[in-house]
């Protein structure tokens, strides 16, 4: 069975490129691209394909942002990051929104299509040379018992961002949010969004 694929990448090169492999994999077929978060949404709204594979920055989003747009436009689409920026904390970001993989744009063809089809079959695929930690990180969150939304709005909050602004970015209602970091704060034995950031901290969280 043939797996559709969307690719938003606002540089030609790359699309060009991902077009090339896709076309000698018969399991994989590309029906589009865009270049920019909001004709993603628009594309992925029109295309519904299976898998979409995204640059981790674009000129007009934050991936995050792109993101919870595109799972709440077309929940069962698979979405897989693809960058160069194989330290860049936004990737954790975008794991955190919901990304189901992410990829270094560095990766051999058959590594490529070989890391879709294991996305398409359901598996969470993170290059090992991204995020060296993210291993300990969800070794971390087991142990916590925080959800990944409960740890994804309390990471926001560590950064300084406030309800609305949490809420925006992760398309939740501000209600929603507010809930997930009370259920935090408890999980984590603490008062306030200070103590539970610093709890989180000292947990290897953050």
Known sequence: ????????????????????????EPSLKLIGSAETGRGALLRVGELRPDLILLDLRLPDMLA?????????????????????????????????????GCLLKDVAGTDLVSALRRVLRGERVVDPRILPDHASRSDALARSGLTRREYEVLRLAAQGQTNPEIAEMTGLTRNTVKTYLQSALHKLGARNRVEAIGKASEAGLL
């Open 1 to 24: 069975m043939t797996a559709t694929v969307l690719v938003v990448d606002d540089h030609p090169v790359v699309r060009d490129g991902v077009t090339l492999l896709l076309r000698a």
């Open 64 to 100: 995050p942002e792109v993101i919870a747009g595109l799972r709440q436009v077309h929940p069962a689409g698979r979405i897989v990051v693809f960058t160069a920026h194989g330290d860049h904390q936004g990737l954790l970001a975008a794991l955190d929104a919901g990304a189901h």
